[in-house]
């Protein structure tokens, strides 16, 4: 028996170029997906290599208002030099800054190609407190102890009677809120704060003591004392203000 075979019915030629046509289009769409692919990887290379960049890193940090702080400023801040000023957290920085004892507000700004500026507000320094021979701590106006120097400012009262502070330390809260109270023109007449049994005294070198009773309503008494003081035309050896709106002088 002789096999017959079946002859071969070849693909219509339309068909065949569709078929064609779909596996180009599929090979240029995998081609621009490696070409889009490729270009997102270089641009990432290049963004990290000019991150990384000597251009672009940090080489000078300026400090303003700091005063006697700006060591342990810059300590805090912990921005180095050579590190990358794109990567630096300005945030951060501002937030371990403001740990700082004294510093009320901070404001960290990159001033580019390879500047950072840290801008410091300090609570203002009301009074002294001794801290070890020839030392002197800086008490701010929520009687933390700010910094330590070798000699007070002038104009300052000095806290007698509290114990010697190292920074970050605080004074009584009594004496504290005393030398915050006091006026600057009454501040700077004042040489010593100290806390009495019978309350607060402030004295007065060549002046009158001034007694303040306990720790309230603080402000009022300090202006109390401050007008009845400016006011004086005989010598007085104390004023009373422990009652603000009823001074005594005598």
Excluded: W
Excluded at 139 to 165: E, F, M
């Amino acid at each position: 028996m002789t096999a017959v075979t079946a002859p071969r019915i070849g693909m219509d030629r339309r068909v065949r170029a569709r078929r064609v046509a779909v596996q180009r289009a599929a090979g240029r769409r995998r081609l621009h997906r490696l070409l889009v692919a490729a270009g997102i990887l270089t641009t990432v290379l290049v963004a990290v290599a000019v991150a990384l960049s000597p251009l672009l890193a940090v080489h000078t940090v300026v400090v303003d208002g700091a005063g006697t702080q700006r060591a342990d400023i810059l300590r805090a801040a912990g921005v180095s030099s050579g590190q990358p000023i794109l990567l630096l957290d300005a945030g951060a920085v501002a937030a371990a800054v403001e740990q700082v004892p004294g510093v009320a507000s901070v404001h960290v700004t990159r001033h580019f190609p390879s500047t950072v500026t840290i801008q410091v507000a300090l609570e203002p320094t009301v009074a002294t407190v001794a801290a070890g021979p020839g030392r002197v701590a800086l008490i701010d106006t929520g009687g933390q102890a700010t910094a330590i120097v070798a000699r007070a400012p002038a104009g300052l009262p000095v806290l007698a009677g509290a114990p010697a502070l190292r920074v970050g330390r605080r004074v009584p809260a009594a004496l504290a809120g005393l030398a915050a109270a006091l006026p600057a023109t009454l501040r700077t007449r004042v040489s010593t704060l100290l806390a009495q049994p019978g309350g607060l005294t402030a004295l007065v070198p060549g002046g009158p003591q001034l007694r303040f009773g306990d720790a309230t309503n603080l402000a009022e008494k300090a202006q109390a004392a401050a007008a009845v003081l400016g006011a004086l035309v005989a010598p007085a050896h104390y004023i009373d203000v422990s009652v603000p709106n009823t001074p005594v002088a005598g």
